[in-house]
Each structure stands twice: as C-alpha cells, then as structure tokens.
C-alpha cells in the first residue's frame, strides 16, 4: 500500500507564493524520483519539476526561476515553492513519486486569481 498526500495549494494573487507538500507513506522506501505535474482541464498532464534521490533537478521552461523543488529522504516528503504565481499557473498539481513503479497523489488545486 502506497499513498502520497500533498497539501498546501489554494487560491493565491498574482504575483504570491505557495508551498506545496506531498509526504509519500505505506510500502514506500529508498524513493529515487519525487516530482510534480500539473493538469489544466482540456490539456495533457505536464511535468513542473522533479528532484532526484541525489538531489539533481529538471524544471519546466514555464516555472525556472520561480520554483524550486526540495526533498525531505527522512520523511519521504517533496516540496514545491513557488513564488511571483501567474493566472497561467492555475491547475491541478499531482505528486509524483517513482522507486520501482509509479505513484500518484491525488493532486491539490491551485489558483491563481485576482
């Protein structure tokens, strides 16, 4: 049994920030990739960023600079920070964790409006 619980989106302005986290728990153990995607209705699943277990990096074009992924090995959690948000940034963000196989949050809506 493998679950991912993520938190922290919500309905920011233009130009804030927002942490969000996903602490991976269940049959999970030595995780190599944790990342996030994100989904707007209407599109594919795009990937935002992913971190490696020795701490390498990949971001989208859309999100460098404002950013950044960290992770936590002991507690199994990934974080997002994101900062100066845009209306564009608005959907639905899923963790992503892979050891073996993949598993998937059950994502945390993010909006941005003013």
């Known amino acids: 049994q493998v679950q991912l619980v993520e938190s922290g989106g919500g309905l920011v302005q233009p130009g804030g920030s927002l942490r969000l986290s996903c602490a991976a728990s269940?049959?999970?153990?030595?995780?190599?990739?944790m990342g996030w995607y994100r989904q707007v209705p209407g599109k594919e699943r795009e990937l935002v960023a992913r971190?490696?277990?020795?701490?390498?990096?990949n971001y989208a074009d859309f999100v460098k600079g404002r950013f950044t992924i960290s992770r936590d090995n002991a507690k199994n959690t990934v974080y997002l920070q994101m900062h100066s948000l845009k209306p564009e940034d608005t959907a639905v963000y899923y963790c992503?964790?892979?050891?073996?196989?993949?598993?998937w949050g059950q994502g945390t809506q993010v909006t941005v409006s003013s």
């Open positions: 992503y964790v892979f050891d073996v196989a993949s598993y």
């Open positions: 269940g049959n999970i153990f030595r995780i190599n990739i």
């Open positions: 971190i490696i277990s020795g701490g390498s990096t």
